[in-house]
């Protein structure tokens, strides 16, 4: 099972930037198709972004679109999720997930292995 490990989480202010990366163990990686999720307290896993590996196929949910940028490194097993234009309803813990799947799936039970989360605070 490939093991995930999130970073880059932090406390920001409205408007500002952060990137969040995260680190695949393993030799499937290149070959699945990484998410990133994220929690508030009381809440289930909302979906954000998810890109395949096939042609790197992404999906974005619509309160991030235009905002946020899904990418990967298959040479270097990671992840990535640029987050511009930051808002305090970003705030959340963000995990990364990676399903053996093509497709971009937003459903958080398609996800076969999860990171612990990288907490992200947006200040207004």
């Known amino acids: 099972q490939v093991q995930l490990v999130e970073s880059g989480g932090g406390l920001v202010q409205a408007g500002d930037s952060l990137k969040l990366s995260c680190a695949a163990s393993?030799?499937?990686?290149?070959?699945?198709?990484a998410g990133w999720f994220r929690q508030v307290p009381g809440q289930e896993h909302k979906f954000v972004a998810a890109?395949?590996?096939?042609?790197?196929?992404?999906a974005y949910d619509a309160s991030v679109k235009g905002r946020f940028t899904i990418s990967r490194d298959n040479a270097k097993n990671m992840a990535y999720l640029q987050m511009n234009s930051l808002k305090p309803e970003d705030t959340a813990v963000y995990y990364c997930?990676?399903?053996?799947?093509?497709?971009?799936?937003?459903?958080?039970?398609?996800?076969?292995?999860w990171g612990q989360g990288t907490q992200v605070t947006v200040s207004s």
């Open positions: 997930a990676v399903r053996n799947g093509y497709i971009a799936s937003s459903n958080s039970y398609e996800y076969d292995s």
């Open positions: 393993g030799r499937t990686f290149s070959s699945q198709t």
């Open positions: 890109i395949s590996y096939i042609e790197g196929r992404t």
